[in-house]
């Protein structure tokens, strides 16, 4: 078994930080915390509609964060 560790951030009520770290080898497939807005990501990603996808291994982490 295992899956992801979430840890996320809000500020004035809204999602501005967002870190998934994989505990088992695996595709993280992540619906936007962002409502639509731009973000940057650690690492590379791809966009399914309004999804996230990211290949992890054990141990590694997506980390996304909103855009001012």
Same mark, same amino acid.
Not at 11 to 16: F, M
Not at 22 to 32: K, N, S
Not at 46 to 62: A, E, I
């Given at each position: ?6 840890? *996320? /951030?809000? !500020? +004035? ?5 967002? !870190?998934?770290?994989?505990? $088992?080898?695996?595709? %993280? !497939? %992540? ?7 731009? *973000? $940057? *990501? +650690?690492?590379?990603?791809? /966009? =399914?509609? $309004? ?8 141990? !590694?982490?997506?980390? %996304?964060? =909103?855009?001012?």
């Amino acid at each position: 078994e295992g899956g992801f560790v979430v840890s *996320a /951030r809000r !500020q +004035n009520g809204r999602t501005v930080w967002v !870190q998934v770290t994989a505990t $088992t080898p695996g595709w %993280l !497939q %992540l619906r936007d915390p962002f409502a639509k807005h731009a *973000a $940057t *990501a +650690n690492r590379e990603v791809r /966009r =399914l509609g $309004t999804d996230y996808l990211c290949l992890l291994k054990p141990g !590694q982490s997506l980390e %996304l964060t =909103l855009q001012p």
